[in-house]
């Protein structure tokens, strides 16, 4: 069974930072699709930031570029969000979601199986 656990939310100040972790189990392809996706209230959820095992591809949403990181740590099973320069309109529940396979449009919700359950971002002004 695959589970992703994400982690880390909390509230911050604007022109903060946080740092999301999302650890995965039970997931063994070798090929595969990951990344953060976020839904703000009222809103449909929006890829932010994924990576493609395959080709080594990222995506950014071009409301986080130059402020989000996405990173891994293979050893732990362990995907992150570095997240600084935070901005109110990044509140949202974030989410990790991973597919097995390539993809190769990385930020459609639809693509991606397997979900973690959210972590609640909210940033102050």
């Known amino acids: 069974e695959v589970q992703l656990q994400a982690s880390g939310g909390g509230l911050v100040q604007a022109g903060g930072s946080l740092r999301l972790s999302c650890t995965v189990s039970?997931?063994?392809?070798?090929?595969?699709?990951i990344g953060w996706f976020r839904q703000a209230p009222g809103k449909e959820r929006e890829a932010v930031s994924c990576?493609?095992?395959?080709?080594?591809?990222?995506y950014y949403a071009d409301s986080v570029k130059g402020r989000f990181t996405i990173s891994s740590d293979d050893a732990k099973n362990t995907l992150y969000l570095q997240m600084n320069s935070l901005k109110p309109e990044d509140t949202a529940v974030y989410y990790c979601?991973?597919?097995?396979?390539?993809?190769?449009?990385?930020?459609?919700?639809?693509?991606?199986?397997?979900w973690g359950q959210g972590t609640e971002v909210t940033v102050s002004s």
């Open positions: 990576i493609s095992s395959s080709d080594g591809t990222t």
């Open positions: 979601a991973a597919r097995a396979g390539y993809t190769p449009v990385l930020f459609t919700t639809s693509r991606y199986p397997f």
């Open positions: 039970g997931f063994t392809s070798d090929d595969y699709a």
